[in-house]
């Protein structure tokens, strides 16, 4: 594909409890643009958010920020970013998230965090896309989130193989050497118009 990729990331307007956190949302962030990927976000400057789009930034890579206008002043919108589009709901900002994205990686976060990032996964489930969706469990933050997946298979209530659409790394390297393998075995699926099925 010869058109800029773009990782989208999704994580938390917080700092988190530990340092480890935001330095590996900087680490993600400077990754990515040495990857010469571009980089689409929720459009703030605070939390990990802040920092993945900061190390994008100061290693020379493209920002694409999307920010609901109700949260503009509360999440202090990153207005120096490549680009940001403010848009009027958070059903917006995931789409457009969503459509210029290439893939998905997660970072500790909260309610949004969680919301966003399982979306996007049962949207794969119901083969709107076929983007590769990573889990970044860092400091084993995901763990209960992953034995509940497990008990949502045992239980009947989840296919082993949509529980494989979630893929688990444990540091920013396995992330991204996740989303380039399968980039390269599904090179379609990189490019792929995320919401085409939702618009048919």
Not at 5 to 29: H, M, N, Q, R, W
Not at 84 to 108: Q, W
Request: net charge negative; aromatic share 8%.
């Amino acid at each position: 594909m010869s058109e800029l990729k773009s990782i989208c990331v999704f994580c938390g307007s917080a700092d988190g409890a530990s340092p480890e956190y935001l330095a590996t949302a900087a680490k993600l962030g400077s990754r990515i643009a040495q990857c010469r990927y571009g980089l689409v976000y929720g459009g703030a400057t605070v939390g990990t958010m802040g920092a993945v789009a900061e190390a994008v930034l100061a290693a020379g890579g493209p920002v694409f920020g999307v920010i609901p206008d109700v949260l503009m002043d509360r999440e202090i919108a990153a207005r120096h970013v490549t680009e940001l589009i403010v848009v009027r709901t958070m059903h917006e900002r995931k789409a457009l998230m969503a459509e210029r994205a290439s893939a998905f990686i997660a970072l500790p976060g909260g309610y949004g965090t969680l919301d966003e990032f399982m979306e996007i996964v049962t949207w794969a489930q119901l083969r709107i896309h076929r983007k590769p969706c990573v889990l970044l469990n860092i400091r084993g933050y995901y763990d209960g989130l992953l034995k509940f997946l497990d008990t949502a298979v045992t239980e009947g209530f989840l296919k082993q193989k949509n529980r494989g659409l979630i893929l688990v790394a444990y540091t920013v390297e396995e992330a991204l050497q996740l989303v380039e393998k399968a980039w390269n075995e599904d090179p379609e699926a990189a490019g792929q118009q995320t919401l085409q099925k939702l618009a048919e």
